[in-house]
Structures are given as C-alpha cells and as structure tokens.
C-alpha cells in the first residue's frame, strides 16, 4: 500500500554535513518527499516524539539532543514507505547497523544515531501531527 512515514533528520546529521548524501539515498530509493523542513525541535515536540520513553535513563539526553540544533523533518510517502524508510535507516544502534544502511555509514554512537524514521502507519500520522500540524 501507499503509505506516509515521518522522517527526521537528527541533529548530528546536519551538523556533520551529511544532509545531501542522506536525502539522495531517500530519493534514489524512488520514494517521494512530500514535505521537508529544516529548524529547530520545540521542547514540546520532543516531548510528544518521546512520550514512550520517558522515565528511562537515556531519556533527558535524548531531549536535550534532539533539542541541540537544527533537524530536516520530512513526509516521505511511496509503496511500503514504513519499512523502506526503515530498512533505508539500518539497526538503531550505528555500531550494529549493517554497511551501506544511512546509520551504518553516518553514525557512530547510539544516542546520536542519525537519523528518525516512523515504525508504523499509526506512529507515522501522530507524528507527522506533531512536527507538521494536523
Ligand atoms: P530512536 O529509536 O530514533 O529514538 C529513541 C532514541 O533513543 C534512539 O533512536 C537512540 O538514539 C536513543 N537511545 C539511547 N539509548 C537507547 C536504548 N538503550 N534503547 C533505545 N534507544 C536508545
């Protein structure tokens, strides 16, 4: 099916300069970008973002993070977007993502990993309300 995915580029992404090399892979992938923006995570975007995992021990380093400077927020769209997008990403922690995935090859530590990607339809709708309005 069609479907949209909410994906972000983290702040360590941008701040290395990686931001063209990622986007093209996403393209190359033959999904669409639908929408795409760069600036700041609110407090209270990262909040909503993370409500699960609030109360864990990464969980203010995480905010504080994913607050530290500009991302790209997207709305990628194409056939199996969820999990292309997903497979695109690689595992969520950049020393076990396999070479040739955009964490494999841009990231180095799990708490900065590179990159965000929805992991269903439903997380996807929530969060594109959250980062782009309903
Ligand atoms: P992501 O899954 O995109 O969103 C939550 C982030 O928390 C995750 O990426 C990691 O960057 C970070 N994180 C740090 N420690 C952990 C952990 N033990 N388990 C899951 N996520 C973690």
């Given at each position: 099916a069609i479907e949209k995915t909410y994906s972000m580029l983290k702040p360590d992404a941008v701040r290395n300069r990686h931001m063209g090399e990622i986007i093209a892979r996403i393209e190359r992938s033959g999904l669409t970008i639908e929408r795409m923006e760069l600036g700041m995570v609110t407090p209270e975007q990262a909040a909503a973002n993370y409500a699960e995992h609030?109360?864990?021990?990464?969980y203010n380093g995480l905010i504080e993070y994913i607050t530290s400077g500009p991302v790209v927020k997207m709305v990628v769209s194409g056939e199996g977007a969820v999990k292309k997008m997903r497979t695109l990403m690689g595992a969520t922690n950049p020393a076990e993502a396999a070479p040739g995935t955009i964490r494999g090859d841009f990231g180095l530590i799990m708490d900065e990993n590179v990159i965000h990607g929805s992991d269903s339809p439903e997380s996807a709708e929530r969060e594109i309300g959250v980062f782009f309005g309903a």
């Open positions: 609030e109360g864990k021990p990464f």
